[in-house]
């Protein structure tokens, strides 16, 4: 695709509720990276992916938290028995490898637990 | 762990002011990348600095990397309107990963 896709971009769920956000990288790009954002502050780490390979979850704040990239492209970030601190805008970037190139953003899925 | 201020945290100047945003790690950094977010955005790319004293240049704005490769700047000469928005350095942690951690951000406003 032209950019990296995200869906839903809007997300409202009750708390006790699982979510599952989607991103779809760049094609070809081999790299993916997982961010949580809140407002006014920086983009927080969560996860990434080289292909398929979850290389780094050190950023997953818990176990309701996980991520899969089965076959190399898209990629699911499943939040379970979400909590009304998990709201917060969840961003995807992708880049052609790890090794240090620019990354791409996504615009974001904004998640609301009420 | 690894630590990153950014500083100042907002920057309010009139427009053809100068700015001039701070990035101070704890640690030796690999390279160093900037991003700049427009209000309701996503961080886009602006540059990616690697070599010790390193120094580059977009139009009006400049990139500089410490000798020590522990600090970097971004210095923009006679804002615009269009400058508006947050300014995040990131640094990497390490040239296998790729693994970015932003820092805190400075928020810039310009006023006409």
């Known amino acids: 695709g032209a950019g990296v896709s995200q869906s839903p971009r809007y997300k409202v769920t009750k708390r006790g509720q699982d979510v599952a956000l989607r991103c779809d990288p760049i094609s070809g790009h081999v790299s993916l990276y997982w961010y949580r954002q809140a407002l006014g502050q920086g983009p927080e780490f969560l996860t990434y992916?080289?292909?398929?390979?979850?290389?780094?979850k050190s950023g997953l704040p818990n176990d309701r938290f996980s991520a899969e990239r089965p076959e190399g492209s898209i990629s699911t970030l499943t939040i379970q028995r979400t909590e009304q601190r998990d709201s917060a805008m969840y961003r995807c970037?992708?880049?052609?490898?790890?090794?240090?190139?620019?990354?791409?953003f996504g615009p974001g899925t904004r998640l609301t637990v009420l | 762990g690894q630590q990153v201020m950014q500083i100042p945290q907002y920057q309010h100047v009139q427009e053809g002011e100068d700015f001039t945003t701070y990035c101070n790690s704890s640690t030796t950094l690999s390279n160093i990348q900037w991003y700049k977010q427009r209000p309701g955005g996503h961080p886009v790319f602006l540059i990616q600095l690697v070599k010790s004293g390193e120094v580059k240049k977009q139009k009006r704005l400049t990139f500089q990397f410490g000798e020590a490769k522990k600090n970097s700047s971004l210095h923009i000469t006679a804002t615009q309107t269009t400058d508006v928005g947050t300014y995040f350095c990131a640094p990497i942690l390490s040239s296998n990963t790729g693994k970015l951690i932003f820092g805190q951000g400075t928020t810039l406003q310009v006023k006409p």
């Open positions: 970037a992708s880049s052609s490898s790890g090794n240090g190139p620019r990354k791409f």
């Open positions: 992916f080289n292909y398929e390979a979850q290389q780094d």
